[in-house]
């Protein structure tokens, strides 16, 4: 009986079991869409955005590579066409380039430039195009993943290196300022500005002024600051910059003495930086750099000749020993014909040391190198340098051209004569110019390199 009773209970919850499992509650749906249907309403607002921009788009992007800074102006219509202008040259800046577009949704509504185009320079694989690595260009994106929009600003994200392209609603006044090809103009115009003069930011800070040195590099696109601070030390910052109809847009923030610039403009001949508040700051146009190159050596610059080239500023005897390098590459007096070199000085601040490199390169291969090292002092209260040699000329074919006893060369001339360092400025270009205070006929001067 007590069996049976089991068998019975058995059976019955096997069905009660089977009675819920019938049953499930309705669960709510998480979306009231089908997947199809939200990514078609994704993509509708992605285009419906682009297309919302009726005077066209001011469009800023960084690269992975060196960082820099890239603007645009684009106006996308609804054939799956963009009219695009940009910054990378002068004939990208006053001449629009028509290509195709299309909206995508892949992992998100994605903006992708499908044509090759001004933008799609920054990630041509051939770095012939760009100067940057082969294969990778300069590590950017025809891709762009749709973020958000937030006023008048579209954020885009790039797939694969994740860098934000911003689209900037244009006015009319600045599309036709962009169809009209004054892009151009306004981009070579802030250039000169740092080809003519040492632009500085002029801080108040109670009072007291401080200035912050500013440069820009038009080949890696980035803008840089450098401010002394009392202790004597060096504060430095980068970040890509962009150039605008007024001036440049910085694509981060240039961060110096605690405050967030986020660009440059022009108000009429003067110019003045604004930060992320829109606070504005005067910009000084300094006829040499401010900051002692002798503080900068070896935490900015290097000092360099090239082939062939003789800079302003020097002596006939500074121009000797550089010549004795420089002129010398070509001919056969190493008992080689190199078609490019560059002789280097780089100094080591910790170490007090000073590194001469001559480079020197033959038939398209990556070359050779000498080197002289040399210890040196200086003595703070004047300035001067004195140098002896620590290690011999070694390496590479063109220690005669650093060395040879009896003609004007760098050795010579570091291990005979104390030296002084500060700029030289002609035509808006800063060198660094050694001056020997033991015979002071000898000048020469070099470029600066960073």
């Known amino acids: ?29 998480l979306f009231d869409k089908l997947p199809e249907e939200r990514m078609l309403e994704r993509n509708a607002e992605l285009t419906g955005v682009l297309l919302g921009g009726e005077n066209g788009w001011k469009a800023f992007l960084k690269t992975s590579l060196r960082g820099g800074g890239y603007g645009f102006y684009m106006d996308f219509d609804d054939q799956n066409k963009v009219t695009m202008v940009a910054d990378w040259d002068d004939e990208s800046a006053k001449t629009p380039k028509e290509s195709t577009y299309r909206v995508q949704y892949i992992s998100n509504s994605t903006l992708i430039f499908d044509t090759y185009t001004y933008i799609t320079i920054l990630q041509d694989p051939n770095n012939v195009h760009n100067g940057g690595t082969q294969k990778e260009g300069l590590q950017s994106d025809i891709e762009f993943e749709y973020t958000k929009m937030s006023g008048d600003t579209v954020f885009l994200t790039g797939r694969k290196y994740r860098n934000t392209l911003y689209l900037i609603k244009a006015t009319e006044a600045e599309q036709q300022s962009y169809s009209d090809g004054v892009y151009d103009g306004a981009v070579n115009k802030t250039k000169n500005l740092f080809a003519t003069s040492f632009p500085r930011i002029v801080l108040d800070d109670g009072g007291e002024q401080k200035k912050i040195e500013i440069g820009i590099s038009n080949n890696s696109k980035l803008i840089s600051s450098d401010y002394l601070a009392q202790e004597g030390s060096i504060i430095s910052s980068s970040t890509g910059f962009a150039f605008t109809l007024d001036g440049l847009y910085f694509v981060d923030n240039l961060v110096s003495e605690g405050i967030r610039f986020a660009g440059l403009r022009w108000k009429g001949d003067d110019v003045v930086v604004y930060d992320v508040l829109g606070r504005e700051y005067a910009v000084e146009q300094g006829a040499e750099p401010g900051i002692p190159l002798d503080i900068l050596l070896g935490v900015k610059y290097k000092l360099q000749a090239k082939l062939k080239t003789i800079n302003p500023g020097m002596t006939s005897k500074g121009e000797d020993i550089i010549k004795q390098y420089v002129n010398n590459l070509d001919n056969r007096y190493s008992g080689y014909v190199f078609n490019n070199g560059t002789l280097t000085l780089t100094f080591d601040l910790a170490n007090r040391r000073l590194t001469v490199d001559g480079w020197h390169n033959q038939n398209g291969n990556s070359g050779w190198t000498t080197t002289i090292v040399f210890d040196y002092i200086k003595d703070e209260s004047t300035g001067e340098y004195s140098f002896t040699r620590r290690t011999a000329a070694s390496g590479g074919y063109v220690s005669i051209l650093m ?45 600066l390199i960073q």
């Not at 060395?403 to 004007?408: A, H, I, L, N, V």
């Open 403 to 447: 060395t040879e006893e009896g003609k004007p060369n760098i050795q010579d001339f570091l291990l005979n004569n104390k030296i002084k360092i500060d700029y030289y400025a002609a035509d808006g270009i800063a060198y660094g110019r050694m001056t020997s205070v033991t015979n002071p006929d000898i000048v020469v001067t070099w470029d």
């Open 1 to 29: 009986m007590i069996r049976i009773m089991k068998k019975i209970i058995y059976i019955l919850s096997i069905g009660l079991l089977l009675i819920s499992s019938c049953s499930k509650p309705e669960v709510e749906p």
